[in-house]
């Protein structure tokens, strides 16, 4: 067991580096750990060491390059003043309650495939933790070459990858645009781009985007760069099936109605070699559930940690920010990290706080954010048809090989309610990603309408036996 200073924040993306700066810069000593081989998280992920000047193009922080850089900057200053522990390569497989603040149990997989257990004992514990890609299952999206929208960027950002030569995107979200817009950067012909959405849903609410003027102007930058690619946008529009022998050689599409059901007429092919789909974020709650935060309607089909305006979850000492908190992208990640922490320091008593103003100015841009991310999760919702567009042997669990009509009977019986009984019918949920990528889609025929929340996860990732029962050795600092 290793004393790990007054604050372990577990996540380093923008959310939980802003956190580290803001904590470090308050007089705390911090233990950041990430399972990635570097800081940055998602939005600022780093390219892999042996990635070429792709992945470096691909990879460079266009938005909020200041913000990445100036956090970096100040991490660095910290580890050498010995104040920052920064562990990369450690996955924090749990979280417990210990009588003077947390233990979180970590894997240092810095030497893989061997595996080093670490525990680190802190007062106050920050999770943040990100998001992962939604799916939602559709015949044939089990054939390579069938990707997540997430998975195309990072392979993009971290290796410098367009993975195929003819992609389609599908789903709904923002997220689709600069993922469209690196892969023609990258030099993949993006075929299609299909939202499931319409734009009218920001016409009549234009408020949060008006407020957020960065935004637009991001967003604004995708289209632009859509064009000039001549990337068509079909919107109303879902994949509803990937076909293909071997391997995805074509998606079916079709235009939605109301509801998000298919309508008859509309269907057209499309030739591709690789589809990403993304129906947006699932905030990461393994660490947050075990701990046994209490968790709130994100508004998006989503649960996600409830906090309060300075990021307190309802267990003392825990604080979470970020995508666990909702989604609502990198911006509202690192000021949310930043209230976190300075949480943190006046609930430790620390002497190090900001300024009331400035302290005012972050709370109000946090509630800018959030209420566009609100306004994202209105215009972008799951169809509430999508179910339609599943044949009975369509896999939905992938690990357990359970097909929607297997959920679809339990359902239909009365047997099972939620993703969780469906879980203990039919095994969806039970391999070895533990209901990450079917649980939302399961949840979803089970419970129509109802958010999801993941079920209770002891262990947050596979680990070893012998990293399990390892006796917890310090933790290594990197050089
Ligand atoms: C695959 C993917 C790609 C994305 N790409 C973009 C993009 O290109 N542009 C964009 O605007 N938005 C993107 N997003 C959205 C983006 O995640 C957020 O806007 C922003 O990065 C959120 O910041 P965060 O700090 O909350 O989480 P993240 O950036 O997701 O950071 C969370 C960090 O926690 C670490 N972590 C998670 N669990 C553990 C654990 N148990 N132990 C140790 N470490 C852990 C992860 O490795 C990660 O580094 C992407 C999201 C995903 C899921």
Not at 88 to 108: I, K, L, P, S, Y
Not at 235 to 247: K, L, P
Not at 323 to 332: F, H, M, P, S, Y
Not at 342 to 368: H, K
Request: charged fraction near 15%; hydrophobic fraction near 45%; include cysteine.
């Amino acid at each position: 067991m290793s004393e790990a200073g007054d604050l372990v924040v577990v996540g380093a993306g923008p959310a939980g580096m802003a956190a580290a700066a803001t904590a470090l810069h308050g007089g705390l000593r911090v233990t950041l750990l990430d399972a990635g081989p570097a800081p940055g998280g998602q939005f600022w992920r780093r390219p892999v060491r042996t990635a070429g000047p792709a992945a470096a193009r691909a990879a460079d922080p266009r938005h909020g390059r200041r913000t990445y850089r100036a956090l970096s900057a100040a991490l660095s200053a910290h580890r050498r003043t010995g104040r920052l522990t920064l562990l990369t390569d450690h996955h924090a497989w749990t979280a417990a309650r210990a009588e003077d603040g947390f233990t979180v149990h970590a894997v240092d997989r810095g030497r893989a495939p061997e595996e080093t257990a670490v525990a680190l004992r802190a007062p106050a514990l920050l999770v943040a933790t990100g998001a992962y890609d939604r799916q939602l299952p559709f015949p044939g999206w089990d054939l390579p070459g069938v990707l997540t929208a997430g998975g195309l960027q990072a392979l993009l950002k971290g290796g410098g990858v367009p993975a195929g030569a003819r992609v389609v995107l599908g789903g709904t979200g923002p997220f689709l645009l600069p993922v469209a817009a690196a892969l023609a950067a990258g030099g993949a012909k993006v075929a299609a781009v299909c939202e499931a959405s319409g734009p009218s849903a920001w016409v009549r609410r234009p408020g949060p985007l008006l407020r957020c003027p960065a935004r637009w102007a991001e967003a604004a930058g995708y289209a632009a760069a859509l064009a000039r690619h001549r990337v068509p946008v079909r919107t109303r529009t879902a994949i509803t099936a990937a076909e293909g022998t071997g391997r995805v050689a074509a998606v079916r599409t079709a235009l939605l109605d109301a509801d998000g059901s298919p309508l008859p007429g509309t269907e057209r092919t499309i030739a591709a070699d690789t589809v990403g789909v993304g129906w947006g974020f699932v905030p990461q709650l393994d660490l947050l559930v075990t701990l046994g935060c209490p968790l709130a309607d994100a508004g998006d089909g989503s649960m996600a940690a409830a906090v309060d305006g300075g990021q307190r979850t309802g267990v003392p000492g825990l604080y979470a920010a970020g995508e666990t908190c909702g989604v609502g992208g990198a911006a509202l990640a690192v000021g949310e990290g930043r209230l976190a922490a300075v949480s943190v320091l006046a609930d430790l008593g620390a002497p190090g706080r900001p300024n009331p103003r400035r302290l005012a100015a972050g709370r109000a841009a946090v509630a800018r954010h959030r209420a566009f991310a609100r306004a994202v999760a209105r215009a972008h919702p799951l169809p509430p048809g999508w179910s339609s567009w599943l044949t009975d042997d369509t896999p939905v669990c992938r690990c357990e090989e359970v097909t929607a009509g297997a959920v679809r009977s339990v359902c239909a019986d009365g047997s099972a309610a939620d993703h969780r009984q469906v879980k203990q019918l039919t095994r969806a949920g039970m391999g070895w990603c533990q209901g990450r990528m079917c649980g939302p889609a399961v949840h979803g025929l089970a419970a129509p309408g109802q958010p999801y929340a993941p079920a209770e996860r002891l262990i947050a990732t596979p680990l070893t036996l012998g990293a399990l029962a390892g006796p917890g050795e310090p933790p290594s600092v990197p050089s």
